[in-house]
């Protein structure tokens, strides 16, 4: 097996034994007409590393960070390996990532420690290259390893460049559990515009959303959620509120402006 796949895997605590199957799983795949895992993630649009929280700082950085931010792997990797990345995401999304994603990924760890394998955040920023060019990042990060007490301790999290397909001009975060194959619960929904300012929605109204966007009654939605149909109401009002509409209509197209949707 490749070393640096080797080793990446090891990075997020696979066993020994584990790494064979992944190795037999890969000779017999469709992706064993490639030799080695760096000429894989080469043809992939994405970065993969891993964090850690204690030091803090990069554990790993792949090689394709190079053709998304300019930078080696090996820099990222360095002593100020950190301090680097928070330079490349632009100026007016810096305090949105370090105010609102990262703590969120805390926060939402600990009130989740006994299910953070299935924790998800995801978050999207515009990042600054190297040669200056401004490009859109997004950002898939899975808590690894956590303390007793349920903070972070390794992250994983794979960067994407996907201004091709970005449309709004909004930084966000996406969280969520995957209670299964089909079914995810949301935890948070935050957006934010350089103009336009933060739109955030609590753990609740972000399901209420979700159901109303998915046609749900206030009766079904109450029932789903195991919550009263007045508290959907209060939550419905709220989301009206800070969506700043008058009826469902304009709520779904609202919200979709704002990325909530």
């Known amino acids: 097996m490749n070393t640096s796949y080797q080793s990446f895997l090891r990075k997020i605590k696979i066993k020994d034994s584990e790494i064979e199957n992944v190795e037999a799983l890969q000779k017999y795949s469709s992706f064993s007409v490639l030799p080695t895992f760096d000429a894989f993630m080469e043809t992939m649009p994405c970065a993969p590393a891993i964090i850690n ?61 006994k299910n953070f394998k299935k924790l998800k955040v995801i978050s999207c920023v515009q990042l600054q290259k190297k040669n200056g060019e401004r490009i859109w990042g997004l950002f898939h990060n899975q808590v690894l390893e956590v303390s007793t007490g349920g903070a972070p301790l390794i992250l994983s999290s794979f960067l994407t460049d996907i201004s091709l397909v970005k449309e709004s001009n909004f930084a966000s975060e996406y969280s969520f559990l995957e209670k299964d194959a089909n079914e995810r619960l949301m935890l948070s929904h935050t957006v934010f515009h350089a103009q336009r300012g933060m739109h955030t929605l609590t753990e609740k109204e972000t399901q209420v959303l979700e159901g109303i966007y998915r046609g749900f009654t206030s009766q079904e939605i109450a029932a789903r959620l195991n919550i009263s149909l007045n508290t959907v109401k209060t939550h419905r009002s709220h989301i009206f509120k800070k969506t700043d509409s008058k009826n469902v209509v304009e709520l779904i197209k609202n919200a979709r402006q704002l990325g909530l949707l």
């Open 53 to 113: 929280y204690q030091k803090p700082g990069f554990e790993f950085m792949g090689n394709n960070i190079e053709k998304i931010l300019g930078y080696s792997a090996s820099e990222f990797l360095s002593p100020n390996g950190s301090s680097l990345f928070i330079s490349c995401i632009i100026p007016e999304h810096r305090d949105f990532f370090l105010t609102i994603v990262t703590p969120t990924i805390i926060r939402l760890c600990q009130l989740h420690k």
